[in-house]
């Protein structure tokens, strides 16, 4: 039996640095080349070694760039016979003898992924969402408490937290800065966003997995695919405290085509002590952008903005970010391969899982018209998944309508 090369198995692999660090990419789309391009970067001695994607043209096409990539072509090994396509390509890759796993693909496939993965003892790099329904969540919860006992490293997407004004301001309102918080603002207001023209060799399976962001059970819903990031913030903010309920409305203004998800929503949130976070998200074409938050204390406010963006403390304790903006994006894969060298494993399930629940909770109440807790999200029944994957006929979902639409 092949022993897997990981801490999981064996502590003492690749803590001295000398050992390569071989890289499998799940996802080949523009996030998956990013999020590859900056592993490449995070470790002198690291090549990416497999890749798999559901389609042929979008791995040829990530394979490409990253192998002209004048910083990490270098470090790009990705053997003709270890480019796997279609729905099993994930086990290929992980299969393949890689030691770290990027899982970028559409939010829907990352429990399955992510689990295959730690069973077979990989370290994981999951982006955001990690889950589209409650039952995805709380598979994704066990699988970090099996990357736990095996000494895995499992780092998530929601780079906001590797970004170190973002600390420095959430360590300041930790320590007081602004008193006790009372209550948060969360902003995802956005213009459109891509969609792909039906080709007529497509069946109703490549129509949406092409279209992937325009469908709930691949995406969660633009507010879970995209808000979850600033929701995130919030929840740090409230030092992983999460909403007990919430209540939503939401709809599909401008959006006609492809799919069935929401382009807007408004959602107040409500913690047990009182706390309210108000989250507005909209995404549609020609409009003002907005991808921020705030939060209300006791004596002061917090302004939070996305990226370059201000980070500004007022009242008692007065303070402004004026440092160094590091590429958040590369900080969380150099934490990663620092964290395995180092033999020191970094587990950010908790808050991933959760994160990505407080989104889908709030997509459940705006969905349905009811309020929904976070007991319910949790032990909702719902899944998405389609009934086979296959490249054949699919059921085009209904847009939900409030009222009339089921909690399950």
């Known amino acids: 039996m092949q022993i897997p090369s990981t801490l999981g198995f064996a502590p003492a692999v690749h803590t001295a640095g000398s050992d390569v660090l071989k890289i499998g990419l799940i996802g080949c789309g523009g996030r998956g080349t990013g999020a590859a391009s900056q592993a490449l970067n995070a470790d002198p001695n690291v090549q990416l070694t497999a890749m798999g994607d559901a ?5 040829e096409s990530s394979l490409s760039a990253l192998k002209k990539d004048k910083d990490v072509g270098h470090k790009v090994n990705v053997k003709p016979e270890l480019c796997f396509t279609g729905f099993d390509a994930y086990k290929q890759v992980i299969d393949s003898g890689v030691d770290v796993v990027l899982l ?6 990352r429990p399955s992924h992510f689990k295959y993965a730690i069973e077979k003892g990989k370290h994981v790099f999951a982006e ?3 889950a589209v329904d409650a039952p995805g969540v709380r598979s994704v919860l066990a699988t970090c408490e099996e990357a736990k006992k095996k000494n895995l490293s499992v780092v998530s997407g929601l780079c906001l937290r590797y970004d170190v004004g973002f600390q420095e301001t959430i360590k300041r309102i930790h320590d007081g800065a602004i008193g006790d918080v009372f209550s948060m603002q969360a902003n995802d207001l956005r213009s459109g966003i891509w969609q792909k023209e039906r080709q007529p060799d497509w069946t109703d399976m490549h129509f949406q997995m092409r279209n992937w962001y325009h469908f709930t059970w ?14 995130d913030v919030c929840a740090w903010i409230m030092k992983d405290e999460y909403p007990v309920r919430c209540n939503a409305t939401g709809g599909r203004q401008t959006r006609t085509a492809p799919g069935h998800i929401y382009d807007h929503f408004a959602v107040v949130y409500e913690y047990a002590k009182g706390q309210k976070l108000f989250s507005f998200s909209r995404q549609q074409p020609r409009c003002k952008n907005d991808i921020s938050c705030a939060a209300a204390g006791s004596k002061g406010n917090a302004a939070i903005a996305e990226g370059n963006g201000k980070l500004v403390l007022t009242g008692d304790q007065p303070w402004t970010y004026r440092g160094n903006h590091k590429n958040m994006y590369q900080v969380e894969h150099d934490e990663l391969f620092a964290s395995i060298r ?11 899982s959760k994160s990505s629940l407080m989104a889908i909770m709030a997509r459940m109440a705006a969905y349905t018209g009811q309020q929904i807790t ?12 389609p ?16 009222g009339i639409t089921k909690f399950v």
């Open 104 to 109: 970028c693909e559409p939010p829907h496939f």
């Open 128 to 130: 955001k969402p990690v």
């Open 387 to 402: 009934a086979k994957y296959e490249w054949g006929p699919l059921p085009m979902p209904e847009v939900a309508r409030p």
């Open 218 to 231: 691949l995406s969660g819903d633009f507010n879970v695919e995209q808000h979850v990031h600033f929701l």
């Open 374 to 385: 976070w007991q319910q999200a949790m032990e909702s029944k719902e899944d998405l998944s």
């Open 342 to 352: 180092k033999g020191k494993p970094i587990n950010n399930g908790d808050y991933m």
């Open 55 to 59: 389609f042929s043209d979008r791995l």
